[in-house]
Structures are given as C-alpha cells and as structure tokens.
C-alpha cells in the first residue's frame, strides 16, 4: 500500500466517478482530511475491493474535518458535455463543505473554477490522501446510485455494470432501447435512438 501525502491546512481534495458510464449522473466529492485522526488503507477507489471501499467510506465520513458528495444530473451531462458536468459537481461538492477550504488538490489534468487557488494531480487518487479519499466516496456514492437504477429499471442491469459500456449492458440497449436515464450524447446511446 502507498504512503499517501496528507495535506496540511484546509486542503481538500477532489475526485468524480462515472465519467464513463452510458447511464447515471456523474458524482463528485471534496474532502479535508483531520492529520491527528489518520485512517488507514486509502487508496485510489479502484484499486480496493467494493467491501473495503465500503468500510473506509464510513471511515472517512467520521473522521474528515469536512466531506461532501454532489452530482452533476444527465440531463446536465447531456447539456453541458461530461467535462463541463464533471468540474460542475466539484465545484457543487467543494460549496458543500460544512468547513471552508483553503486551497483544493484535484485528480487528474482539468481543475473546475474555484474561488479557492486549485491544483490538479495527475494520478492523484493514488498519491495524495484526501483525494483518495475522494475518490472513494465519490465511487460508493455513484454506485448505490445505480443499485438504486437497476431496481427501476432492471432490464439493463446496472447493478453488474454500473452502467459502463460492457457487452452486456449495449446488448440490453439494442433489446430495450435508451432509458431515462441513460446519457443521449454518448455514442452508444446516441446510435441506439438514432435506430429507433
């Protein structure tokens, strides 16, 4: 497991989940992280298993100085473009702290516009604490998100896939067509009801 650097001062740290998916909102999340209470175990969310991802998002919900989780919706993704919804729901996720940051530590290449100075890190989630952080509430978020998606609409299982374009879900996509929720600006999506 990595060392992972844990910011000093009201440094959060941000990440999305679900920018691939065909289905669903993409959801991002902002945590400041407490130094004198360290939780083990951080990683970035997709190198841990669903159970442990599960215990350490309980972990960081108790112990963070501040956490927030937000969503960008899909008729926003459509509207907007994924990237454009992504830096929304941080921007959301960073405005709902219950403490204010100082500064923000983003995964990957892009920053949303702050009013805060914001950095982005590449491979953040695997680097930086409160960005792993993050990234692990952001996932566990999403997906019961989608376990809630796939008892509305459970023809295209979402609960296997969480809505990435795996053989099975296009499969179901050509059988069932495009659900409400599922994102009209996507290839595959856009295609299907190009068909219909």
Same mark, same amino acid.
């Given at each position: 497991?990595?060392?992972?650097?844990?910011?000093?001062?009201?440094?959060?740290? !941000?990440?999305?989940?679900?920018?691939?998916?065909?289905?669903?909102?993409?959801?991002?999340?902002?945590?400041?992280?407490?130094?004198?209470?360290? $939780?083990?175990?951080?990683?970035? &969310?997709?190198?841990?298993?669903?159970?442990?991802?599960? /215990?350490?998002?309980?972990?960081?919900?108790?112990?963070?100085?501040?956490?927030?989780?937000?969503?960008? &919706?899909?008729?926003?993704?459509?509207?907007?473009? $994924?990237?454009?919804? %992504?830096?929304?729901?941080?921007? +959301?996720?960073?405005?709902?702290?219950? /403490?204010?940051?100082?500064?923000?530590?983003?995964?990957g290449n892009r920053c949303p516009k702050l009013a805060i100075p914001v950095e982005a890190v590449v491979k953040?989630?695997?680097?930086?604490?409160? !960005?792993?952080?993050? &990234?692990?509430?952001?996932? %566990?978020?999403?997906?019961?998100?989608?376990?809630?998606?796939?008892?509305?609409?459970?023809?295209?299982?979402?609960? +296997?896939?969480?809505?990435?374009? %795996?053989?099975?879900?296009?499969?179901?996509?050509?059988?069932?067509?495009? &659900?409400?929720?599922h994102r009209k600006s996507f290839g595959p999506v856009a295609r299907q009801l190009s068909l219909l």
């Amino acid at each position: 497991m990595p060392e992972l650097i844990v910011p000093v001062g009201l440094v959060c740290g !941000i990440d999305e989940a679900g920018r691939g998916p065909l289905a669903g909102p993409v959801v991002a999340a902002a945590v400041i992280l407490d130094p004198a209470r360290p $939780i083990a175990g951080l990683n970035d &969310s997709k190198k841990l298993s669903e159970k442990k991802r599960l /215990v350490l998002a309980d972990e960081i919900r108790a112990k963070a100085l501040a956490w927030a989780v937000a969503e960008a &919706s899909v008729e926003e993704i459509d509207r907007l473009n $994924i990237l454009h919804a %992504t830096m929304l729901a941080m921007q +959301r996720a960073v405005a709902g702290l219950p /403490v204010a940051a100082e500064a923000a530590l983003v995964d990957g290449n892009r920053c949303p516009k702050l009013a805060i100075p914001v950095e982005a890190v590449v491979k953040g989630d695997g680097k930086i604490a409160s !960005i792993a952080a993050a &990234s692990i509430l952001a996932k %566990t978020v999403r997906d019961a998100g989608m376990l809630e998606l796939d008892a509305l609409y459970p023809q295209y299982g979402f609960a +296997r896939h969480m809505g990435y374009p %795996t053989a099975a879900h296009c499969a179901a996509l050509a059988a069932h067509g495009a &659900s409400p929720v599922h994102r009209k600006s996507f290839g595959p999506v856009a295609r299907q009801l190009s068909l219909l």
